[in-house]
């Protein structure tokens, strides 16, 4: 049941999207296929999907051992924000310098400018009992308008035309495609070698046993001797820092610069993928996939049937509506087995 | 001139403030009961494009407020079956709620682009509001004025009546309300329902009134200031009035200052302040736990399932 | 109505695709040309993308089954634009516009990597063989905007509601207040930047704040009807924005400045299919239609149309340019010689504004 859930809920929703777009006076069944197969159909788009997949599946993996230890940090899209400007901060420091050591400098600062931007809320939670729910989603907000001051303001091309958007990286600051001409930039395998990592990581070592623990049974935690404040820290900075990798990632490949588009909402997909995920790693994977194969296939569907892009993102919201809904078929299973779980799984 | 451009001031501020209020209003009741619904901001969409598709069908803008209540009620209780019903995730559910009203108010909206209609206009006859110190005070719609009453008729209700204490018992502790017998999810139900429509009504403000028109995305992104000002004002109906006409203050002035030729600080600094205020509040209630009243609802965003 | 036409491109785009895994076939006479939009909102904002989308109808409107149209809306600047525009030339588009400037950068390496595929980018500078630029002269429109301003503002003030100071909105403010100038020499411009293109409650609060503080005609460089709304609600006046917004202000609205992509793109389609089409950067206007005057509202009277009117035919007949010098800037110094015209490599770099702006 744990894993037919998904695919019963994309059958709901192909199901009512023909019906709906049929209604709609589209050709029903050619949108729902554009959608959901033709973006699958053909290797060339493998390539795309993998490039918006990656960092879904690098913060929804971040995110999921939170969710897992009920830390609920709704932010990530503020910590990828946060990344990209950090990592921006040393492209644009090092910009017209040259050396092998100034890309991993920007990821490495990617990295802890998501981790300090994940700090506060954990902060705030363990010193004062704040809830990190709203913290961390009002400090999204903050780190958007912190990019649109960088790039209207100091960090503003000085050959661009007052236009508010940074330099476009140098090729040392630019994430390598893995092949010649490929779309694929160094950051996916990454993306998704940290992912299976994560993976190891919790079932196998004692700090993944008491993240666990700690999300399931808090008071068992504390008689086992588990800290709830080490794994409220462990767990946003962890968060933080791979949604802040994914963000210098996204910057210094597609991207190659910073501009007041480039929070497209990635960190807010990827609590939708994380559950979607069931918080599994490979789930997570799969789950980035389906969502990045429903983006491009809405293209695709607008191209082929001039189905709008609003009816795309009605589809998308059936799509969870579904998976959310049939989630109720497993939850009441663990319930079952153990009441423990019923007021901890919240 | 002076007092022209001082009731004019006042009146911007008034309207400014008043989808934020009722949109948040409705927001509070429903964590008041112990739900976190993220999705104001398609709630509010829906309301907008209701709204306007209603009054531009039958030529009346009061019509028009009534579907878009309609329309914010039926999409908050798409938010209700999931997580009351169906005990899902409600940050998962609250943003696919938002996505859903930022595409369906698109595709509702698409026949209405480039009409217009009759906005609401004042409720009151204009020879109440003739002289510039009566138009501030009579001179505005009917939302104002509800937007308002309805802050007063929630603070009480919350506070002296049975059925407010219920709600939050509730959302202070539902499985204990559970035990003494109150139906928690009937009350979570309609503390959802009564904030679909509130935001119903928010957004038809936008598309009513405001800006009389439907374009996509009307609302500009409102519902989130809105979710903040819940928590800004720590969950008092007062405290919301307050935080709503604060914001609605600083943003006209900065405007005004900026028309006078001089900046306040930076308009992304200026964006970033309700938010940093927010996290500030929240600490400082945090820090100093007072009564219940002001802390946050305990059972806040926790799904409940009366086993 | 949107549904209506999209139902048009459904049929076409069906037979197109389903012909995508033949490239042989495209060759054929009869297959029609494949042309595709990228959008950078929806095509309901009544504003940029609005405009742009009545070109492309235009297109099809011209050209019937000789060409087939289809285009993505809502396409974020950045990455999903380079993948959509590639998309848009799997699925047999031969000539594709991207039509936001946030497209620059993916449309530069789409053009690279896909040689046999014409591009069009608006309002761009970056250009290849196979990737041609094109704007609209819409400081042209602005002058005679600002020619009626200055006749009708009874304050002398004229509030401008603006979005970011890249050079095309600054051209456009200038344009406007030393066309004013002209007829009124102390006339000034209030410009409040709301940085934002599109936020139509804010757009409307600036207005009223613009009004409030003395300002009598309001025209804007953001995207919705609101200001307008707001101007006609006090029974002030202004200007439309990229289409005629009178059906939202009957009384206000003195004209607008119509973004008209339709001559631009049927000129270019025709080539497309002649098999002349080369790359370059075109700048139309008044002239080549591509900025209209949309007619004048009842409040403007008949020697101010007469007026307007005539600048117009100037701007068309090119005897007069709305930038030539003398032209001080804010700090008094003289920015434009006498009788010298700004070329076109200026005002792309414009970043300073005429003594009377105030900003």
Not at chain 1, 270 to 284: E, K, N, T
Not at chain 1, 310 to 324: C, E, K, P, S
Not at chain 2, 250 to 257: D, I
Request: net charge positive.
């Amino acid at each position: 049941m744990l894993y037919a859930t998904p695919f019963l809920a994309v059958a709901l929703t192909a199901a009512a999207g023909t019906i709906v777009f049929g209604l709609m006076g589209y050709d029903g069944p050619r949108a729902v296929r554009d959608i959901f197969v033709a973006p699958l159909a053909h290797p060339d788009r493998w390539p795309e999907l993998l490039v918006k997949a990656g960092p879904l599946a690098l913060i929804a993996t971040g995110l999921s051992v939170g969710f897992r230890a009920n830390v609920w940090n709704i932010g990530a899209e503020g910590q990828y924000i946060a990344g990209a400007i950090a990592g921006t901060g040393v492209a644009l420091a090092t910009w017209g310098l040259s050396g092998a050591w100034i890309l991993p400098a920007m990821c490495l600062a990617g990295m802890l400018g998501g981790m300090a931007w994940a700090a506060v809320p954990a902060f705030l939670r363990t010193r004062f009992g704040v809830s990190e729910i709203l913290t961390s989603l009002m400090l999204t907000y903050v780190a958007v308008q912190l990019l649109f001051l960088l790039v209207r303001g100091p960090w503003k091309d000085p050959e661009g035309f007052n236009f508010p958007q940074t330099r476009m990286f140098t090729p040392d600051q630019t994430l390598p495609a893995i092949s010649e001409g490929s779309l694929i930039h160094l950051g996916i395998p990454i993306a998704l070698l940290v992912a299976c990592i994560a993976w190891l990581l919790l079932a196998r070592t004692v700090a993944g046993y008491e993240v666990k623990v700690v999300g399931l049974a808090p008071a068992a935690a504390r008689h086992g001797g588990f800290s709830e404040r080490r794994t409220i820290w462990l767990t946003l900075l962890g968060a933080g820092g791979l949604a802040g990798l994914a963000g210098i990632f996204e910057a210094a490949g597609p991207f190659g610069q910073l501009t007041p588009q480039f929070p497209g909402g990635y960190g807010y997909t990827a609590i939708i993928v994380a559950f979607l995920g069931r918080l599994h790693p490979v789930g997570i994977i799969l789950a980035a996939l389906v969502l990045a194969v429903t983006h491009v296939g809405g293209e695709l569907a607008q191209t082929g049937v001039g189905l709008p892009q609003a009816a795309t993102g009605m589809f998308q919201a059936m799509l969870l509506f579904f998976l959310l809904a049939t989630d109720v078929l497993i939850r009441f299973r663990p319930v079952l087995a153990r009441p423990a779980r019923a007021r901890a799984a919240a | 001139m002076s007092t022209a451009l001082l009731v004019s001031f006042a009146m911007t501020v008034a309207m400014a403030s008043t989808p934020i209020l009722l949109a948040s209003l409705g927001e509070l009741v429903a964590e008041k009961a112990g739900v976190l619904n993220l999705g104001v901001e398609g709630m509010m969409l829906i309301g907008a494009v209701t709204g306007f598709a209603a009054a531009a069908l039958t030529g009346s803008a009061y019509l028009g407020l009534l579907a878009a209540m309609l329309g914010g009620l039926l999409t908050s209780l798409i938010f209700a079956a999931l997580t009351l019903g169906l005990s899902a995730n409600q940050v998962a559910t609250g943003l696919a709620l938002t996505i859903f009203g930022v595409g369906a108010s698109a595709l509702i909206g698409a026949p209405f682009v480039g009409r217009t209609i009759e906005r609401l206009g004042p409720l009151l006859p204009q020879a109440l509001a003739g002289h510039p110190v009566l138009r501030v005070l009579f001179g505005y719609d009917l939302l104002v004025y509800l937007a308002l009453g309805l802050t007063a008729v929630v603070a009480w209700w919350l506070r002296y009546t049975r059925p407010g204490l219920v709600l939050r018992a509730v959302g202070e502790s539902d499985t204990s309300a559970h035990a003494i017998g109150y139906p928690v999810l009937a009350v979570r139900t309609g503390a959802v329902a009564f904030g679909g429509v509130l935001a119903g009504l928010a957004g038809a403000y936008f598309s009513l009134e405001l800006t009389p028109m439907w374009a996509d995305r009307l609302t500009a992104g409102r519902g989130w200031i809105a979710l903040a000002l819940v928590v800004f004002a720590s969950w008092r109906p007062a405290r919301l009035l307050a935080g709503a006409y604060l914001f609605g203050a600083v943003m006209t002035f900065e405007l005004h200052a900026k028309a006078a030729g001089f900046a306040l600080l930076p308009p992304e600094i200026l964006a970033m302040l309700p938010y940093l205020a927010t996290i500030l509040v929240l600490t400082l209630i945090s820090v100093r736990p007072g009564r219940v009243s002001t802390a946050a609802p305990a059972c806040l965003g926790k799904a409940f399932s009366p086993a | 109505m949107v549904a209506v036409i999209t139902r048009r491109s459904l049929v076409a785009g069906a037979a197109g695709a389903a012909a995508l895994p033949f490239a042989g076939a495209a060759g054929s006479a009869q297959t029609p040309l494949g042309i595709g939009f990228v959008y950078v909102g929806p095509t309901g904002d009544y504003g940029w993308t609005y405009a742009h989308d009545q070109g492309r109808k235009a297109i099809e409107a011209e050209f019937g089954s000789k060409v087939k149209t289809s285009y993505v809306e809502n396409v974020a600047e950045g990455p999903d634009a380079e993948r959509v525009l590639r998309q848009l030339a799997t699925a047999g588009n031969k000539l594709i516009f991207a039509t936001s400037f946030g497209f620059m950068n993916a449309t530069v390496r789409a053009a690279r990597a896909l040689p046999n595929v014409w591009f069009e980018h608006a309002t761009g500078y970056q250009r290849a063989a196979n990737l041609a630029t094109y704007n609209a002269r819409f400081y042209e429109g602005r002058a005679v905007c600002g020619t009626i301003a200055g006749h009708l503002s009874k304050t002398g003030t004229a509030g401008y509601i603006a979005s970011f100071p890249i050079p095309e909105v600054v051209m456009g403010i200038s344009a406007f207040t030393l066309a004013a100038q002209k007829v009124n020499p102390n006339f000034k411009t209030k410009v409040l930047w709301v940085s934002t293109w599109y936020d139509p409650a804010k757009e409307a609060d600036a207005a009223k704040a613009l009004m409030d503080q003395g300002c009598d005609i309001l025209t804007q460089h953001t995207d919705s009807p609101a200001p307008l709304q707001a101007a006609e609600a006090r029974g002030m006046l202004g200007f439309g924005q990229a289409s005629d917004m009178r059906t939202y202000a009957p009384k206000a609205q003195l004209t607008s400045i119509v973004d008209d992509w339709a001559p631009y793109y049927i000129r270019r389609v025709r080539m497309a299919l002649d098999g002349t089409w080369k790359s370059g950067d075109t700048w139309d206007g008044l002239k080549e239609g591509a900025v209209r005057i949309a007619p004048y509202g009842d409040a403007v009277p008949e020697n101010v149309r007469r007026e307007a009117d005539r600048v117009k035919e100037e701007i068309i007949a090119g005897a007069l340019h709305p930038l030539t010098g003398p032209i001080k800037d804010q700090k008094g110094e003289l920015r434009v010689k006498e009788g010298e015209r700004m070329t076109d490599e200026q005002l792309s770099k414009m970043d300073w504004y005429p003594a009377g702006v105030q900003s």
